[in-house]
């Protein structure tokens, strides 16, 4: 069994939950923290070829699309893509969906992308390094990468049924909608692997389970210098107080990040 059949089997049956989250505006990290700071990175793409890797149903490629961007989508997950697809049918924005392994995009030419971004996803790709290779190999030169990912140091994860990294609340508040967080507890960060994420929010219409694997900083930057991808910028993400006051929950992200975004440029050589 080809090792990402489990992984993609989790989207597949989690799609229509999935898309629900986002298209009814539930997704309120990717409302009021990630996708404000992703597309002031992004800046103008009009008349652009954008790839956008791992898109899921849709949501992102078509705010790329109706900002001007000639726009191909791709993802593992066939269940998806046949929801982006739908979407396209109806807004006829121009956007091409492919079914495809990020760490194998046979279907995509070489040298052919202005920008390829990635919406908090990277970490649910299990070999990302082919991914990242995948990535240089069909951008242009001096084409932009531009990615979110769970903040390495500060992602939630449980793994074995034990909080590795973790968020501490006021006690009496931790089951409650008013929860009070203190800090956050981080008992381990390298070594960690693969480990299930738990999409069981009240916000969520049906809870699900899906898989993601930890990497460190030094992970990443290794892989995105192999491939001659040069980080050019590093961002953060900080909810602005318009955001805080929608979402309250997002108030403890004024102390500890979610994520993190970057940006590599696909360089014609990188020193060693």
């Not at 992703?38 to 149903?57: H, P, S, T, W």
């Not at 046949?82 to 979407?87: G, H």
């Amino acid at each position: 069994m080809p090792k990402d059949d489990k992984v993609m089997s989790e989207w597949d049956e989690a799609a229509e939950t999935f898309a629900n989250f986002v298209q009814e505006g539930k997704d309120y990290f990717r409302e009021g923290l990630n996708n404000p700071v992703a597309f002031r990175l992004i800046g103008n793409v009009k008349g652009k070829m954008v790839l956008d890797l791992a898109c899921g149903e849709g949501y992102n490629t078509r705010i790329l699309a109706k900002k001007g961007a000639i726009v191909v989508g791709v993802d593992f997950s066939a269940r998806l893509i046949e929801l982006a697809r739908q979407k396209e049918t109806k807004e006829r924005l121009g956007i091409t969906y492919h079914i495809s392994d990020a760490a194998d995009m046979k279907d995509l030419p070489s040298n052919n992308f202005d920008l390829v971004v990635c919406f908090m996803a990277l970490h649910d790709i299990e070999d990302y390094k082919n991914a990242l290779s995948e990535v240089a190999r069909v951008l242009k030169e001096d084409g932009r990468f531009i990615f979110s990912i769970p903040h390495p140091c500060f992602e939630r994860i449980v793994k074995d049924g034990e909080s590795i990294i973790d968020w501490r609340y006021e006690e009496g508040t931790e089951n409650t909608t008013d929860k009070r967080p203190i800090h956050l507890e981080i008992k381990q960060y390298f070594g960690i692997g693969k480990y299930k994420t738990q999409w069981n929010m009240r916000r969520v219409s049906k809870p699900f389970e899906t898989t993601s694997f930890h990497r460190t900083l030094t992970d990443y930057f290794q892989a995105l210098h192999t491939n001659r991808l040069l980080v050019s910028r590093l961002v953060e993400s900080r909810p602005t107080s318009k955001a805080v006051s929608k979402y309250p929950l997002l108030r403890k992200r004024l102390k500890i990040p979610q994520s993190i975004i970057i940006e590599a440029i696909k360089m014609k050589t990188i020193p060693p």
